[in-house]
């Protein structure tokens, strides 16, 4: 019986110890970028022990800068009941998982109302949100209130918000139009000069046989209906696809843009 407390007693020690070299461990891996290995460890040390705001939140950030956003997700929900409203970092990371993981429902208006978020933290989490989504006329006016414009993140955003309002638009109904008009000219209202100049010859090729066959043979030639038919298939392909030249313009300008607000955003959170 007189050994039991000196027994107790290392057997905390031996916790401790344990403890201290698991979450120094976790951290090593942390900072040296091995983020798949931390998370084995900062789960072990969340299991095993007492794991504070700290050690939860590298567990959480060890899994979204693994790749694994929605595990990152699922688990800051299982270590706090309302990540929202725990601490300014808890909170960012939150509605930072939640924009890469695009659980958008009420979430300008969450990130707006938590009361939680640092103002900075507040208007480059909005933004981002913005930018992603393509509304860049409102992503500039939050950017340009009263915040430091000094930042290098706010004035990466404030570019990317300036250059979105400023992309030239093409629009699909005056493509299409185009190339009913002329075949070809839609695809080169859009800069496919090459696919345009293809659609000019298919169809005039096509229509020109067509014309030479019905001029021969009259209205009963098979020669003149058979390119006909070619004709007006590729004429009706050249109208469509001049439609969807324009769309994908504007998507593959609007996609450069997210994708310099995506780098931007994961190198800040």
Not at 61 to 67: E, F, I, Q, W
């Amino acid at each position: 019986m007189f050994f039991l407390p000196l027994l107790t007693g290392n057997l905390n020690c031996q916790d401790l110890f344990d403890s201290l070299r698991t979450i120094q461990y976790a951290n090593y891996l942390y900072q040296s970028g091995s983020y798949r290995e931390a998370i084995d460890e900062y789960e072990r040390f969340a299991f095993q022990f007492s794991a504070g705001d700290n050690a939860r939140h590298r567990l959480v950030t060890s899994y979204r800068k693994a790749g694994l956003a929605g595990k990152a997700m699922i688990r800051i929900n299982q270590l706090w009941d309302t990540p929202k409203l725990v601490s300014p970092v808890v909170a960012k990371e939150f509605f930072a998982l939640k924009i890469i993981n695009t659980d958008t429902t009420n979430l300008l208006q969450n990130i707006n109302n938590n009361h939680f978020l640092a103002d900075a933290d507040r208007i480059f989490l909005s933004s981002a949100f913005l930018l992603m989504n393509d509304d860049y006329q409102k992503a500039h006016s939050i950017l340009n209130g009263n915040i430091n414009s000094s930042d290098i993140v706010i004035s990466s955003f404030r570019t990317l918000a300036l250059e979105g309002l400023n992309l030239k638009h093409k629009s699909p109904a005056l493509s299409g139009t185009l190339s009913a008009v002329v075949p070809g000219t839609g695809r080169f209202y859009t800069g496919q000069w090459q696919d345009g100049l293809m659609s000019l010859i298919m169809v005039g090729t096509s229509l020109w046989q067509s014309y030479r066959g019905f001029d021969r043979n009259g209205i009963n030639s098979p020669y003149g209906w058979i390119f006909g038919t070619i004709g007006t298939g590729f004429y009706i392909s050249n109208i469509t696809g001049s439609i969807k030249s324009a769309n994908r313009y504007n998507k593959i300008n609007a996609e450069r843009i997210r994708i310099r607000v995506k780098e931007v955003f994961i190198n800040n959170i």
